[in-house]
C-alpha cells in the first residue's frame, strides 16, 4: 500500500464517519477502528525497510515548478509517530466506544477524531515542510473541534479558543520560519534541508529561523511561558484528552524539535533556548501538578513536565540526549494514554474526578487501581518499568554533560527536583483516589466498567511491564531505528540494561522516590489543615494570564481603531478603501518608476470615439440620476457597461465582451432587488442650505476621486498595451495553448488549464461568498416599523403599491402592469439552456466556456423567480443551489485529482479524440469536465445570492401584509367594543 494511503484512510473515514446516522454507535466505532488497526499494520510491515536507516519515499507531482510537490517520507523516526498515532488511536477508539454517551453525537466525534489522526498522520510522514505546516495547522483545527466537541459548556469553548489561538499564532511563526530555511536551503525537500545542516548554521538568518521555528514548536508542545492552554484543553472528552496527550498535538512540538534537531542543534542558541525553555517547563509542570485537584488537571500538567523534560533533552546538544528523549516519548505514550484512560474510567463510574472527593476505590476497583497504580509508578520513575529506564538516561545525561561548571551543578540538582515532583503527583494520584477509607458521597456507586473499556488500559500497563523488565529484548531495536535519523548519523553506545551498578544517576532515582515520597506526606498533611488552596507561586508566572491581558489589550486596541476609522455609512468606508488601493497602486510606481511603450498606435476611429463618447454619457447620467430616480441611474449604468463590453469586443477580446455582458445582467438583478431595501426620500422636505453646502463638496470630492482611479487605470492600460508584443508574457500562453492545452480560445485554455489552480480558488471562494450571504441572509428578520416602499414601485399607481406587498396578487399585478405574460418567459429558460450548452462545448476553441455559460443559464432560471415568483418555481421547477455549488467543487475537485491517480501533477489536462457514430470525430479535453465543475458552481453561487435576497423580499411582504391584517383586525375589534358600549348605554 502506498504510504499516502497512511493519510488519506484516516480522511477518508471522517468523512463516512460524518455521514452514519447518530444511532449508529457501533458502526461509527468499528470504522474507526479498522481503519486505525489497518494503518497500524500496514506500518508495522514497513518496519524491516526502515530499520537499518533506510528512507520510504513517494512523490506525487503538485507544483513542480515552485518546488511544491507533495513528499510522503517515512524513516525509523517516523515511523514510531506512525505506530504511536495509529496504534495508540485504534486503542482510544476501542475506549471511546465506552466512554461516549448515547445521547452524545457520536458521529461527529469519530469524524472529527478521524480527521485529527490523518491531519498528525500528515505532520509526521510529510517530506516538504510546506506541506508539513499545512498538516501542523490542520492538528489546531481539528483539535479545536475536539476540545470544544460539548459545545454547550463554557469551559470547552473557552479552552477550544484558548488552544486554536495559541497554537494557531506559533504555526504562522513556524511558517514564517520554514519560508526563511527554504530560502536559506533553496528547497523546502526535508532531504535537502536535514542535508544542508552546516549552510543553515552557517547563514546571518539562522537565528530568524531558529526562533520563529522554537516558537511554533514550543508553542504547540505547551511549553514554559505557553503551557497555559494545556490544562484548559482538559474541557474535552477523555479520550481526546488520552490520544492529544500521549501520541499526537503536543506530541508534535517534540517531534519537529527531534526532527530539525541535525539542522538547527548543535549551537549555542539552540542550547540556551532549547534547553532554558525544556527545564523551566519541566520544573513549572512538575510544581503546578503536585497542587491539582482534578485528576485530569493532575495529569494534564504532569504531561506538560514531561514536555519539558523532552525538549531539555533535545537541548543538550548530545547523541545520547536525543536518543534519550526518543525513548522517553515512547515511553511517556505509553503511560500517559493509560493514566488518562484510568481517569476517565473513574469520573464515568463515580461521577466525579475531584481528588478531594476520592478514596478508597481499590474497594470497588480493585483491577482498575491495580493498572493505575502500576502506570502511575511508570510515570514517578520506579524501577522495572519504563519509565525508570528513561528516566535514568535522563539524569545520566545531566550529570555527565560537558558544559560550563554553573550548569554542572545546577542541571543535576533542578532534574532531581523534578524528579521528587513527579513522585509526588504521582502518589497523589495513587494514594489519594485508590486508598484510605471508601468514598460515601459520590454521585455514583463506583463499580468496574466493562471489560473492553478496560482492554486498552490493560494493554499499555503491559507495555509499561514488559519494556521495564526487558528493554534490550522489547525496544532495542525499535528504538535504535526511530533514534537513528535524529542524531543525524551513527548512533552513540548506550545500554538498554535495567541495571547499571551503582552510580550517580542511581542515586538521584533513590533521592527523588524517598524525597518524593516525603514531600507527598508534607504537601498532604499540610492539604489536611486546610493550609494549601492555590498553588504557591503559580499566581505569580501565570501564562493564562499574561495571555488574557495581551487579548484585552488587543481586543481594545480593535475597538478604537474601529471607532476611529469605521463608520456606518458606506460612503465613507468606500472612500477610505479607494483611497488606500490608490495610494497602494501609485506608491510602487513612484518608487520603481512605469515607463510607457514605444509600441505605434492605431489611427482614432470614429466609431469607437462615439461608443466611448455615449458610455461615459450613461456614467456621467447615472450619476445624476442616484439623486433623483434610482431605477433610471441603474438603467444608465447598464448602458455605461454595455459600452465597456463593446469596447472588449473592438479590442478583440470576445470571451472579456460575453462575460461583461453577462455580468451586467446579473448585476443589474441583483442591484434591483437591493433597490427594495433602500429608504425613501422626503421631497418635500427642502434641505438646508449648509447640508446642500455639504453635499455639493462631497460630490465634488468624489468626481476628482474617480478621475483619479480612471485616469490611473486608463493610464497603467494604455503603458501595459504600448509595450512591444515581444515583451508580453502573453506569447508564451498563444504559443502553447494549442499544443499543450489543446484548444484555440487561449483565455478559456488558461483558465482551465494552465493557471487552473488559480480558477479552482477562485470558485472556492465563490462558492464561500455565496454560502455566506445564504447564511446571513436566512435569519433575517425585518424591523418592526413599516418598510418604505422602493422609488421604482412608489412610481406605479396606489392601488398597485398596496398589491405589490401582499405575496398573493403580486405576481398578477406585476405581469399585468407590465405586459409580459408570464408563460412567455418560461419559454426563455429552454432558450437560454441552449445557449448556456452552445457557450460551454465551443468554449476551448472559440469564446465562451464554463462561467459564461453559467451565468447565461442562471439569467433563465432568475428570469423565472422575477416572473412566476419563487413559489412557483420551487413548487414546478424545484432548483437547489447547494447542490449545485457541491457538484461543481466536486468535479474540479475530482478532474484535478483524476491527474495524480495517473501520475500527472494536479489538473494536468489530457486530450483524446473519440469516434462517435453520425457525429464523427470529437475533441475531448478533461479540461472539459473541470470547466462543467466551474459552470455548475457559477449556477448555484448566483442562484443562492440572487434568490437569498429575493427570499427576504417575500418575506417581508408577508411580515407587512400580516402586520397590516393584524392592526385591521384590531382596529375592527375595537369599533366592535364601541358599538357594544353604544348599544349597552
Given at each position: 500500500?502506498?504510504?499516502?494511503?497512511?493519510?488519506?484512510?484516516?480522511?477518508?473515514?471522517?468523512?463516512?464517519?460524518?455521514?452514519?446516522?447518530?444511532?449508529?454507535?457501533?458502526?461509527?466505532?468499528?470504522?474507526?477502528?479498522?481503519?486505525?488497526?489497518?494503518?497500524?499494520?500496514?506500518?508495522?510491515?514497513?518496519?524491516?525497510?526502515?530499520?537499518?536507516?533506510?528512507?520510504?519515499?513517494?512523490?506525487?507531482?503538485?507544483?513542480?515548478?515552485?518546488?511544491?510537490?507533495?513528499?510522503?517520507?517515512?524513516?525509523?523516526?517516523?515511523?514510531?509517530?506512525?505506530?504511536?498515532?495509529?496504534?495508540?488511536?485504534?486503542?482510544?477508539?476501542?475506549?471511546?466506544?465506552?466512554?461516549?454517551?448515547?445521547?452524545?453525537?457520536?458521529?461527529?466525534?469519530?469524524?472529527?477524531?478521524?480527521?485529527?489522526?490523518?491531519?498528525?498522520?500528515?505532520?509526521?510522514?510529510?517530506?516538504?515542510?510546506?506541506?508539513?505546516?499545512?498538516?501542523?495547522?490542520?492538528?489546531?483545527?481539528?483539535?479545536?473541534?475536539?476540545?470544544?466537541?460539548?459545545?454547550?459548556?463554557?469551559?470547552?469553548?473557552r479552552g477550544a479558543r484558548m488552544a486554536l489561538t495559541v497554537t494557531g499564532t506559533g504555526g504562522l511563526a513556524l511558517l514564517a520560519g520554514v519560508l526563511i530555511l527554504g530560502h536559506i536551503v533553496g528547497s523546502y525537500d526535508l532531504d535537502h534541508v536535514l542535508a544542508a545542516a552546516e549552510l543553515v548554521r552557517a547563514h546571518p538568518l539562522y537565528l530568524?529561523?531558529?526562533?520563529?521555528?522554537?516558537?511554533?514548536?514550543?508553542?504547540?508542545?505547551?511549553?514554559?511561558?505557553?503551557?497555559?492552554?494545556?490544562?484548559?484543553?482538559?474541557?474535552?472528552?477523555?479520550?481526546?484528552?488520552?490520544?492529544?496527550?500521549?501520541?499526537?498535538?503536543?506530541?508534535?512540538?517534540?517531534?519537529?524539535?527531534?526532527?530539525?534537531?541535525?539542522?538547527?542543534?548543535?549551537?549555542?542558541?539552540?542550547?540556551?533556548?532549547?534547553?532554558?525553555?525544556?527545564?523551566?517547563?519541566?520544573?513549572?509542570?512538575?510544581?503546578?501538578?503536585?497542587?491539582?485537584?482534578?485528576?485530569?488537571?493532575?495529569?494534564?500538567?504532569?504531561?506538560?513536565?514531561?514536555?519539558?523534560?523532552?525538549?531539555?533533552?533535545?537541548?543538550?546538544?548530545?547523541?545520547?540526549?536525543?536518543?534519550?528523549?526518543?525513548?522517553?516519548?515512547?515511553?511517556?505514550?505509553?503511560?500517559?494514554?493509560?493514566?488518562?484512560?484510568?481517569?476517565?474510567?473513574?469520573?464515568?463510574?463515580?461521577?466525579?474526578?475531584?481528588?478531594?472527593?476520592?478514596?478508597?476505590?481499590?474497594?470497588?476497583?480493585?483491577?482498575?487501581?491495580?493498572?493505575?497504580?502500576?502506570?502511575?509508578?511508570?510515570?514517578?520513575?520506579?524501577?522495572?518499568?519504563?519509565?525508570?529506564?528513561?528516566?535514568?538516561?535522563?539524569?545520566?545525561?545531566?550529570?555527565?554533560?560537558?558544559?560550563?561548571?554553573?550548569?554542572?551543578?545546577?542541571?543535576?540538582?533542578?532534574?532531581?527536583?523534578a524528579g521528587v515532583f513527579s513522585v509526588a503527583y504521582s502518589l497523589r494520584f495513587i494514594v489519594d483516589v485508590f486508598w484510605g477509607p471508601p468514598a460515601t458521597d459520590l454521585p455514583l456507586t463506583p463499580h468496574e466498567p466493562p471489560h473492553w473499556m478496560r482492554v486498552p488500559v490493560e494493554l499499555l500497563v503491559c507495555a509499561c511491564l514488559v519494556v521495564?523488565?526487558?528493554?534490550?529484548?522489547?525496544?532495542?531495536?525499535?528504538?535504535?531505528?526511530?533514534?537513528?535519523?535524529?542524531?543525524?548519523?551513527?548512533?552513540?553506545?548506550?545500554?538498554?540494561?535495567?541495571?547499571?551498578?551503582?552510580?550517580?544517576?542511581?542515586?538521584?532515582?533513590?533521592?527523588?522516590?524517598?524525597?518524593?515520597?516525603?514531600?507527598?506526606?508534607?504537601?498532604?498533611?499540610?492539604?489536611?489543615?486546610?493550609?494549601?488552596?492555590?498553588?504557591?507561586?503559580?499566581?505569580?508566572?501565570?501564562?493564562?494570564?499574561?495571555?488574557?491581558?495581551?487579548?484585552?489589550?488587543?481586543?481594545?486596541?480593535?475597538?478604537?481603531?474601529?471607532?476611529?476609522?469605521?463608520?456606518?455609512?458606506?460612503?465613507?468606508?468606500?472612500?477610505?478603501?479607494?483611497?488606500?488601493?490608490?495610494?497602494?497602486?501609485?506608491?510602487?510606481?513612484?518608487?520603481?518608476?512605469?515607463?510607457?511603450?514605444?509600441?505605434?498606435?492605431?489611427?482614432?476611429?470614429?466609431?469607437?470615439?462615439?461608443?466611448?463618447?455615449?458610455?461615459?454619457?450613461?456614467?456621467?447620467?447615472?450619476?445624476?440620476?442616484?439623486?433623483?430616480?434610482?431605477?433610471?441611474?441603474?438603467?444608465?449604468?447598464?448602458?455605461?457597461?454595455?459600452?465597456?463590453?463593446?469596447?472588449?469586443?473592438?479590442?478583440?477580446?470576445?470571451?472579456?465582451?460575453?462575460?461583461?455582458?453577462?455580468?451586467?445582467?446579473?448585476?443589474?438583478?441583483?442591484?434591483?432587488?437591493?433597490?427594495?431595501?433602500?429608504?425613501?426620500?422626503?421631497?418635500?422636505?427642502?434641505?438646508?442650505?449648509?447640508?446642500?453646502?455639504?453635499?455639493?463638496?462631497?460630490?465634488?470630492?468624489?468626481?476628482?476621486?474617480?478621475?483619479?482611479?480612471?485616469?490611473?487605470?486608463?493610464?497603467?492600460?494604455?503603458?501595459?498595451?504600448?509595450?512591444?508584443?515581444?515583451?508580453?508574457?502573453?506569447?508564451?500562453?498563444?504559443?502553447?495553448?494549442?499544443?499543450?492545452?489543446?484548444?484555440?480560445?487561449?483565455?478559456?485554455?488558461?483558465?482551465?488549464?494552465?493557471?487552473?489552480?488559480?480558477?479552482?480558488?477562485?470558485?472556492?471562494?465563490?462558492?464561500?461568498?455565496?454560502?455566506?450571504?445564504?447564511?446571513?441572509?436566512?435569519?433575517?428578520?425585518?424591523?418592526?416599523?413599516?418598510?418604505?416602499?422602493?422609488?421604482?414601485?412608489?412610481?406605479?399607481?396606489?392601488?398597485?403599491?398596496?398589491?405589490?406587498?401582499?405575496?398573493?396578487?403580486?405576481?398578477?399585478?406585476?405581469?399585468?402592469?407590465?405586459?409580459?405574460?408570464?408563460?412567455?418567459?418560461?419559454?426563455?429558460?429552454?432558450?437560454?439552456?441552449?445557449?448556456?450548452?452552445?457557450?460551454?462545448?465551443?468554449?476551448?476553441?472559440?469564446?465562451?466556456?464554463?462561467?459564461?455559460?453559467?451565468?447565461?443559464?442562471?439569467?433563465?432560471?432568475?428570469?423565472?423567480?422575477?416572473?412566476?415568483?419563487?413559489?412557483?418555481?420551487?413548487?414546478?421547477?424545484?432548483?437547489?443551489?447547494?447542490?449545485?455549488?457541491?457538484?461543481?467543487?466536486?468535479?474540479?475537485?475530482?478532474?484535478?485529482?483524476?491527474?495524480?491517480?495517473?501520475?500527472?501533477?494536479?489538473?494536468?489536462?489530457?486530450?483524446?479524440?473519440?469516434?462517435?457514430?453520425?457525429?464523427?470525430?470529437?475533441?475531448?479535453?478533461?479540461?472539459?469536465?473541470?470547466?462543467?465543475?466551474?459552470?455548475?458552481?457559477?449556477?448555484?453561487?448566483?442562484?443562492?445570492?440572487?434568490?437569498?435576497?429575493?427570499?427576504?423580499?417575500?418575506?417581508?411582504?408577508?411580515?407587512?401584509?400580516?402586520?397590516?391584517?393584524?392592526?385591521?383586525?384590531?382596529?375592527?375589534?375595537?369599533?366592535?367594543?364601541?358599538?357594544?358600549?353604544?348599544?349597552?348605554?
Amino acid at each position: 500500500m502506498p504510504l499516502v494511503y497512511l493519510i488519506l484512510l484516516p480522511f477518508a473515514a471522517s468523512l463516512l464517519a460524518a455521514l452514519l446516522p447518530a444511532n449508529a454507535r457501533n458502526t461509527e466505532s468499528t470504522l474507526a477502528g479498522v481503519v486505525a488497526l489497518v494503518c497500524c499494520v500496514q506500518a508495522a510491515l514497513l518496519f524491516p525497510e526502515i530499520a537499518d536507516g533506510d528512507v520510504l519515499r513517494q512523490e506525487i507531482a503538485w507544483l513542480p515548478s515552485l518546488g511544491l510537490n507533495l513528499v510522503i517520507r517515512m524513516d525509523g523516526f517516523a515511523w514510531m509517530f506512525c505506530m504511536l498515532v495509529f496504534g495508540i488511536g485504534a486503542l482510544v477508539v476501542l475506549y471511546a466506544r465506552y466512554y461516549m454517551s448515547p445521547q452524545d453525537p457520536v458521529p461527529r466525534f469519530f469524524s472529527f477524531f478521524m480527521a485529527f489522526m490523518g491531519a498528525m498522520a500528515g505532520v509526521v510522514l510529510s517530506g516538504n515542510l510546506i506541506q508539513l505546516v499545512f498538516f501542523w495547522e490542520l492538528t489546531s483545527l481539528f483539535s479545536f473541534l475536539l476540545i470544544g466537541y460539548w459545545h454547550h459548556r463554557e469551559d470547552a469553548r473557552r479552552g477550544a479558543r484558548m488552544a486554536l489561538t495559541v497554537t494557531g499564532t506559533g504555526g504562522l511563526a513556524l511558517l514564517a520560519g520554514v519560508l526563511i530555511l527554504g530560502h536559506i536551503v533553496g528547497s523546502y525537500d526535508l532531504d535537502h534541508v536535514l542535508a544542508a545542516a552546516e549552510l543553515v548554521r552557517a547563514h546571518p538568518l539562522y537565528l530568524w529561523a531558529l526562533v520563529l521555528v522554537l516558537l511554533g514548536a514550543f508553542t504547540k508542545s505547551a511549553q514554559f511561558p505557553f503551557q497555559f492552554w494545556l490544562p484548559n484543553a482538559m474541557a474535552a472528552p477523555t479520550p481526546v484528552s488520552s490520544y492529544l496527550h500521549s501520541a499526537t498535538m503536543v506530541k508534535a512540538g517534540v517531534f519537529l524539535l527531534a526532527r530539525l534537531w541535525p539542522v538547527l542543534g548543535d549551537t549555542e542558541p539552540w542550547f540556551w533556548l532549547v534547553g532554558g525553555t525544556g527545564l523551566a517547563t519541566l520544573l513549572v509542570g512538575g510544581y503546578a501538578a503536585m497542587f491539582q485537584n482534578d485528576l485530569k488537571g493532575l495529569l494534564a500538567y504532569s504531561t506538560i513536565s514531561h514536555l519539558g523534560l523532552i525538549t531539555l533533552l533535545l537541548g543538550l546538544n548530545s547523541p545520547l540526549a536525543a536518543v534519550a528523549a526518543v525513548f522517553h516519548i515512547m515511553n511517556h505514550a505509553t503511560f500517559k494514554a493509560s493514566l488518562f484512560m484510568a481517569a476517565g474510567i473513574i469520573d464515568h463510574e463515580s461521577g466525579t474526578r475531584d481528588i478531594t472527593r476520592l478514596s478508597g476505590l481499590r474497594h470497588m476497583m480493585p483491577i482498575t487501581a491495580t493498572l493505575a497504580t502500576v502506570a502511575s509508578a511508570a510515570m514517578a520513575g520506579v524501577p522495572l518499568l519504563n519509565g525508570f529506564l528513561s528516566k535514568e538516561m535522563f539524569f545520566a545525561e545531566t550529570v555527565f554533560l560537558d558544559t560550563t561548571p554553573m550548569v554542572a551543578t545546577v542541571l543535576p540538582v533542578a532534574a532531581t527536583v523534578a524528579g521528587v515532583f513527579s513522585v509526588a503527583y504521582s502518589l497523589r494520584f495513587i494514594v489519594d483516589v485508590f486508598w484510605g477509607p471508601p468514598a460515601t458521597d459520590l454521585p455514583l456507586t463506583p463499580h468496574e466498567p466493562p471489560h473492553w473499556m478496560r482492554v486498552p488500559v490493560e494493554l499499555l500497563v503491559c507495555a509499561c511491564l514488559v519494556v521495564g523488565v526487558v528493554p534490550a529484548w522489547s525496544i532495542g531495536r525499535f528504538l535504535d531505528a526511530a533514534a537513528l535519523p535524529v542524531v543525524g548519523g551513527t548512533l552513540p553506545a548506550f545500554s538498554l540494561a535495567v541495571w547499571h551498578g551503582l552510580n550517580t544517576p542511581l542515586v538521584m532515582s533513590f533521592v527523588a522516590l524517598i524525597g518524593g515520597a516525603a514531600l507527598y506526606q508534607a504537601l498532604r498533611t499540610q492539604r489536611r489543615l486546610g493550609r494549601i488552596e492555590d498553588p504557591p507561586l503559580m499566581r505569580h508566572i501565570s501564562g493564562r494570564r499574561i495571555f488574557e491581558v495581551l487579548l484585552t489589550l488587543l481586543t481594545r486596541a480593535a475597538r478604537g481603531g474601529r471607532r476611529l476609522l469605521s463608520t456606518h455609512r458606506l460612503q465613507w468606508q468606500m472612500l477610505w478603501l479607494l483611497l488606500f488601493t490608490l495610494a497602494a497602486g501609485t506608491l510602487p510606481l513612484l518608487m520603481g518608476g512605469m515607463r510607457l511603450g514605444g509600441r505605434g498606435t492605431l489611427a482614432l476611429s470614429p466609431t469607437f470615439v462615439l461608443v466611448w463618447l455615449l458610455g461615459n454619457t450613461c456614467a456621467v447620467a447615472a450619476a445624476w440620476q442616484a439623486k433623483y430616480h434610482r431605477l433610471a441611474a441603474l438603467a444608465l449604468m447598464g448602458g455605461a457597461g454595455l459600452c465597456t463590453s463593446i469596447t472588449f469586443l473592438w479590442f478583440s477580446a470576445p470571451d472579456l465582451a460575453l462575460t461583461q455582458l453577462t455580468v451586467e445582467v446579473v448585476t443589474t438583478i441583483l442591484i434591483l432587488l437591493g433597490l427594495r431595501w433602500l429608504p425613501k426620500r422626503d421631497e418635500n422636505l427642502p434641505p438646508a442650505p449648509a447640508s446642500a453646502t455639504l453635499a455639493r463638496a462631497r460630490r465634488l470630492r468624489d468626481m476628482v476621486l474617480s478621475i483619479a482611479a480612471g485616469g490611473g487605470m486608463a493610464w497603467l492600460a494604455f503603458a501595459m498595451m504600448s509595450r512591444p508584443f515581444a515583451e508580453s508574457t502573453s506569447t508564451f500562453f498563444l504559443e502553447r495553448a494549442l499544443t499543450e492545452g489543446g484548444g484555440t480560445n487561449v483565455v478559456n485554455v488558461m483558465l482551465v488549464d494552465f493557471r487552473g489552480f488559480d480558477t479552482f480558488g477562485e470558485i472556492v471562494v465563490l462558492g464561500i461568498v455565496a454560502l455566506t450571504v445564504y447564511a446571513l441572509l436566512r435569519r433575517f428578520r425585518p424591523a418592526g416599523e413599516a418598510m418604505d416602499l422602493p422609488e421604482q414601485q412608489r412610481a406605479l399607481p396606489a392601488d398597485l403599491q398596496t398589491d405589490l406587498l401582499n405575496p398573493r396578487h403580486a405576481q398578477d399585478t406585476a405581469v399585468g402592469y407590465l405586459m409580459v405574460p408570464a408563460v412567455l418567459v418560461r419559454l426563455l429558460l429552454p432558450a437560454t439552456a441552449l445557449v448556456a450548452c452552445y457557450l460551454f462545448l465551443r468554449g476551448h476553441d472559440q469564446p465562451g466556456g464554463g462561467f459564461v455559460a453559467g451565468l447565461v443559464f442562471s439569467v433563465g432560471l432568475v428570469l423565472q423567480y422575477m416572473i412566476s415568483g419563487t413559489e412557483w418555481v420551487e413548487a414546478h421547477l424545484p432548483v437547489f443551489p447547494r447542490r449545485w455549488i457541491a457538484t461543481g467543487l466536486l468535479l474540479a475537485l475530482g478532474t484535478g485529482l483524476g491527474a495524480l491517480a495517473w501520475g500527472y501533477p494536479f489538473l494536468t489536462s489530457h486530450m483524446m479524440h473519440i469516434d462517435l457514430p453520425l457525429v464523427g470525430q470529437v475533441h475531448v479535453a478533461s479540461a472539459m469536465f473541470f470547466d462543467s465543475g466551474v459552470f455548475a458552481l457559477v449556477v448555484g453561487s448566483t442562484l443562492m445570492i440572487l434568490t437569498a435576497i429575493a427570499h427576504q423580499s417575500v418575506r417581508s411582504h408577508r411580515y407587512h401584509a400580516r402586520l397590516q391584517e393584524e392592526q385591521e383586525l384590531a382596529m375592527a375589534a375595537v369599533v366592535s367594543y364601541d358599538d357594544d358600549a353604544q348599544e349597552a348605554r
